[in-house]
């Protein structure tokens, strides 16, 4: 399938250890999935808070780790 996790800048960056991203495969997998063409249109972002709120509030506790 052709689809990408966007994940926050934020949230990103407070998971690089020693210059890579970790990421818990589980959340990766669970995380909510968009098609290329939704990211690039530009009058609906509703993509975003779905990813906002995903990693957000579920995914503090792993970045912590």
Known sequence: DNMSVPVPYR????M???GKL?????RLEHA???A?????N???HSWRV???????????HNAEK
């Open 11 to 14: 949230t990103a960056s407070s």
């Open 16 to 18: 690089v250890r020693d």
């Open 22 to 26: 970790v990421l818990d495969q589980s």
């Open 32 to 34: 909510p999935k968009i």
């Open 36 to 40: 290329p063409e939704d990211m690039q």
């Open 42 to 44: 530009s009058s609906d």
């Open 50 to 60: 779905k990813a906002d709120h995903y990693w957000m509030h579920k995914g503090r």
